[in-house]
Nanobody, 122 residues
Framework: QVQLVESGGGLVQAGGSLRLSCLAS????????MRWYRQTPGNQRELVAA???????NYADSVKGRFTISRDNAKNTVHLQMNSLKPEDTAVYYC????????????????WGQGTQVTVSS
């Protein structure tokens, strides 16, 4: 019932910036927390940033001060502004959201996007 589609990934030089976007679509009643994860081959998927429905944010220490998560509730969209990118930021970035679908009785659940590749060259 819900699809999350990430966009905005690409190749950027160290020190550069990218802005990731995630659009949630489908039969959505409301979206609670929205998150960005990232994953590199052989590693566990890592929580990068999260934002609550009220706009409270949390960041991994490794990205704090460089990344900013934001959301547009009217558009069911979450963004991740990534500045001062480092090669170690290279990963597939995944959008994750807690969504209450517009189906009565269905509990809130977490949905994942398909991921978007971010590559930071040195």
């Amino acid at each position: 019932q819900v699809q999350l589609v990430e966009s905005g990934g690409g190749l950027v030089q160290a020190g550069g910036s990218l802005r990731l976007s995630c659009l949630a679509s489908g039969s959505i009643f409301s979206i609670n927390a929205m998150r960005w994860y990232r994953q590199t081959p052989g590693n566990q998927r890592e929580l990068v940033a999260a934002i609550t429905s009220s706009g409270i944010t949390n960041y991994a220490d490794s990205v704090k001060g460089r990344f900013t998560i934001s959301r547009d509730n009217a558009k069911n969209t979450v963004h991740l502004q990534m500045n001062s990118l480092k090669p170690e930021d290279t990963a597939v970035y995944y959008c994750n959201s807690d969504v209450l679908v517009a189906i009565w009785g269905r509990p809130e659940r977490r949905y994942w996007g398909q991921g978007t590749q971010v590559t930071v060259s040195s």
